[in-house]
């Protein structure tokens, strides 16, 4: 199956073209491997299967790393001392780090396979969710269908009119206006005078006032399409794109019961090869090998070390910079120059799922100006009459900043408040929530690495060479930062030129 | 739950405002249903539990009509005498009649939460689903993030240009000028000069040539843009609108194991209650009630008869116009004026799910110019390692005459052709197909009710009338033709109407 695929064009275009051969005998090579994120777990996993003798040191006490889910019955203990107990209810989950995994993200998908980890579809758009700015339309959420609908119909009516007055003629070809014409009336839904007004055709994209029915129930009533004025000014027409970038196209998925299902796939199948709890506290190379030193990472203690001939090192750079390693001076700068950005997550568990039986909206993400940011509905268990978890908040930059400020109380308390301003219902029906801003977890101090142009031309090379024995991998080192595939594809690409240099010595 | 659904706005939009409520004692009245499709069973179903005795005469010997899926081992026989044994493996179907559930269908959706018909998400749209046409590109496919992304971006490029020339100044405020133009430059990805160019920023609409990969694996490459008027006059642009319109706007569900589940959950419901075989021959109705003779619809034999004080009939008005039945002219005109849309589909089963495999296509729908029009690809199973079934062709109007006109296996055999152009791995894969054409269906003769504006103007309050003791119901007797919900919602108003009546006398 997988020979199939390796051989057609669309693996190709990947950075995955198939699982990875690493052919010949290494003869007993050990790799120290730092970290049991999916970089590092990747990593084991194929060096051991290619002969090498791997061992991990990993700070938190399950695998994972960013790939994790928050369960009832967790406990999360962030910088600063906050300690959470999460209490939903069983089968429900918050994904805190990654909760997607594109269809071209073919080397995760491969690993979802191979470990028999389930996926399901993860929906991104959907044209129920809710549009919400405090400073437009009173404060009044628009559906997605409604906003795409009249910012197409728009767009299309005023290129109509450019075109019919040949004020594109320099642009445009006669035959082709012919044919932007005809596109125009179809893409936008405009009537035949090339206008975009309220009727039949125009709810057909944007919904009815009062859907078509059956019998002798009353006629359907065509919706009022929002003046194009007000459409512009509201900045709501922003969430189109958004689902049109290539990470956020359908077909998207996730695995069911929880992004750290791939997580915990991967410990299960490196049993024995983790050490759990293990705060690692300096590394140290030589010529024939690296030490890393560690302590307990809950109860310090004496000092113990741990060794390899080669190492991988996963550790995020925000905390790798902080931790000694005789590394030259190009790589030792490209660690100190990636700066981890700011995030937050809130997961809040309500009494029943109302967005689906009240309105209708089974999946998607609402955005909102508020400091909340979106709100994400569950892709699982759709139409099930228990309780639900939703996707309260998930920011970036400032408002992630004032959030990781609060208390985790607070932060639940506010996105309750941000969030009944979009469904009132949030009031009657909120039960529990749970917090993690990414600036206060103490095994990553930021979400992931951020790179600017500027960084990646100076630093970027430097932080993926090898290092005398040591190598860099995870999704700083990458192409691909803050996606899970980019940890993986850093990490078979540092397990390649490692094993080129082993079977080369 | 539901209570709390009815009480909310969304419902209200639909012409579903939660259960329907019939109370009053109907004191052992008794109703005829005629067809135990979905309209028919919806009656049976909700007439006796208001208190009804109630009796369904069904053609078929399964519940369910339109609503079916032909699995492996099932026989089918059309008109003209042509029986096909589908030879699907086990798990794999073909939904030759409805496969789409959306959102806002909120009645048919109810049921299949009462029956316990078990839901998953129906891709649609899906960025890495092709487009084709045998007349552009040299007949090579797109994929639809590539049209989509083009168009979007040539869209926003010249509008962007007329609104820097000035030349939307009598449409478009000064500052709403300005939000356009970010909001084309945004929505279009277009460059800091208002241009569509090939770059990051398109790749990451369109795909890339090749991907962002990991550490020191190469740089990708941006893809190329198509030529605008080599955009225009491939008319592949035509499928974006598709995906916009209401019906076809995510979320969209199907049963798992097939659409017919729901068909065999209302039939479980009610067993006892329908008579399977039964081809009626003659509705008539007196001052009392109506009764209807029918034969058996396989071995015909000798006449029997069934009678109700009421009769709800179901049957397509494209077989009902054919059966003696006296309702008064205005109702016999309506019943004689719909015509029935041509309609095929042909299921095809793989040795393997090489859309999948080699090319990440998960769900959604491929669009061609050949007589085929589509290939939908299937929205269940992802990643299994085992068979699948497509959706190889679904086709109106001329397209499925001729394709009618041809034996099952020259449909077939057309449709693995017309596909391989698309998916050359359709020669090396291609197992076994079976295709229903619509209009030599001896139930139906048709896939669903076509009305024009004047139809409806003329004949569409008739054909819903209450005629004497006799109702119609079905699809084709709601606004929503051809959809599962029209004939729930027509089934809803019809025994609303029916119980008034009977509760009045």
């Known amino acids: 199956m997988y020979r199939a695929m390796t051989a057609m064009a669309f693996a190709g275009e990947s950075g995955f073209t198939g699982p990875i051969q690493l052919s010949g005998d290494p003869k007993g090579a050990t790799v120290l491997i730092l970290g049991a994120g999916l970089a590092g777990m990747c990593a084991a996993y194929e060096l051991r299967k290619a002969g090498y003798k791997v061992q991990i040191l990993e700070y938190n006490d399950r695998p994972g790393g960013r790939n ?105 070809t006669q035959e082709d206006k012919e044919l932007l014409l005809a596109a125009m009336r179809e893409w936008g839904a405009l009537d035949k005078n090339y206008q975009y007004k309220k009727g039949a055709l125009t709810s057909e994209r944007r919904g009815w006032q009062s859907d078509p029915g059956g019998g002798l129930s009353p006629a359907p009533t065509p919706s009022e399409p929002m003046a194009m004025s007000d459409l512009l000014k509201s900045g709501l027409w922003s969430a189109i794109a958004a689902g049109m970038i290539y990470e956020f196209q359908d077909t998207i998925f996730q695995p069911k019961g929880g992004m750290g299902m791939i997580g915990k796939a991967f410990g299960r199948e490196l049993d024995g090869v983790i050490q759990y709890g293990a705060k690692v506290t300096e590394i140290r190379q030589d010529d024939r090998g690296v030490t890393a030193t560690w302590i307990d990472s809950k109860t310090g203690g004496a000092p113990r070390q741990a060794r390899g001939d ?120 909120f039960e529990t929530g749970v917090s993690v801003a990414w600036h206060r977890v103490p095994w990553t101090m930021g979400c992931a690495g951020h790179w600017t142009e500027e960084l990646r031309a100076e630093h970027y090379d430097n932080l993926c060479a090898v290092d005398g024995r040591i190598l860099l991998a995870g999704e700083h080192a990458s192409r691909l930062p803050a996606w899970q595939e980019g940890a993986i594809l850093s990490s078979l690409d540092a397990i390649r030129r490692l094993h080129q240099r082993v079977m080369a010595s």
């Open 310 to 429: 080669w190492c991988i090192c996963t550790i995020p750079a925000s905390i790798l910079s902080q931790i000694p390693i005789n590394v030259g001076g190009p790589m030792k700068a490209a660690i100190d120059a990636i700066y981890y950005d700011a995030s937050i997550k809130v997961g809040l568990q309500f009494k029943r799922r109302f967005w689906e039986q009240d309105e209708a909206i089974y999946g998607g993400i609402s955005y909102t100006d508020q400091p909340n940011s979106l709100i994400g509905y569950p892709s699982t268990d759709f139409f099930s009459s228990g309780k639900g978890v939703l996707l309260g908040a998930y920011n970036f930059g400032p408002s992630a900043f004032e959030y990781a400020a609060m208390p985790p109380a607070e932060r639940v308390a506010k996105t309750v408040e941000y969030g009944a301003n979009i469904h009132p219902q949030y009031r009657e029906e």
């Open 68 to 172: 994790w889910s928050l369960y009832g019955g967790d406990t999360y203990t962030e910088m600063g001392g906050f300690t959470q107990k999460v209490e939903f209810d069983k089968g429900l989950y918050l994904n805190p780090g990654p909760w997607r995994l594109p269809y071209h993200h073919r080397a995760i998908l491969h690993y979802c396979k191979v470990l028999g980890v389930a996926l399901e579809p993860f929906i991104q758009v959907n044209a129920a969710a809710l549009l919400h700015s405090t400073k437009a339309f009173d404060g009044k959420p628009k559906a997605f269908r409604e906003v795409q609908g009249d910012f197409n119909g728009y767009v299309a009516e005023l290129l109509a009119k450019s075109t019919q007055q040949g004020r594109l003629d320099e642009a445009v």
